[in-house]
């Protein structure tokens, strides 16, 4: 009985490794071919953008804006340093802070802002870039 299992086993590795199923090494999937021109990164550009051969326009990821600060909350008089994250859009892209406290807005992406009274603030960003698109994000500051 002992040589059966040990025979069984052996044909089972065996079945396993030729049919690829595990045991044998891995083998890369099949590759496909088209008969168009495959699609193409264009490298250093601001923005992700996607070339097709044959095709006129570039396409252009949509725009994606989010908003960030650090710190987020403290004791006044409290100097808060905003961030814009973007991804996609297509380059010029203009950013505005407000800051909700009245003060005058920012045109810049990453802007530092001293907030001197105590109260819950809501910063937004919007950001719009040279297609036309635009995206919008805020976060709220507490200053204690």
Known sequence: MTRLLVGSA????????ISGCGGGPETP???????????????????????????????????LAWADANPEE??????????ADTEGGKPPLKYTWKFGDGSPDSSEANPKHTYDKPG???????VS???????????????Q
Do not use: N
């Open 120 to 126: 819950k603030y809501r910063a937004d960003l919007s």
């Open 74 to 83: 403290g004791k006044a008089p409290l100097a808060v340093e905003f961030k």
């Open 10 to 17: 052996a044909l089972a590795a065996v079945f396993l490794a």
């Open 29 to 63: 999937p099949p590759t496909t071919t088209h008969s168009a021109a495959p699609a193409t990164t264009t490298p250093g550009a601001a923005a992700p953008t996607t070339t097709v051969a044959g095709e006129a326009e570039e396409e252009t990821a949509p725009l």
């Open 129 to 143: 870039d040279g297609g036309g698109d635009s995206d919008s994000d805020y976060i709220e500051v507490e200053v």
